[in-house]
């Protein structure tokens, strides 16, 4: 299952420099691509507002 950002996202860009598959795209509110995400869990360990989850 991949991540999803809620809305808590402050659009750091902490998130994207952990991610190992490059799912993460920039925006208002960070978006992660599911079919190119691996579950990981790199971005919400990176995140400082815990927008990252399990979708």
Do not use: L
């Amino acid at each position: 299952m991949a991540y999803v950002i809620s809305d808590e996202c402050i659009a750091c860009g902490a998130c994207t420099a952990e991610c190992p598959v490059d799912a993460i795209s920039e925006g208002d509110i960070y978006t992660i691509d599911a079919d190119t995400c691996i579950d990981c869990g790199a971005c919400a360990s990176a995140c400082p507002v815990d927008a990252p989850h399990e979708a």
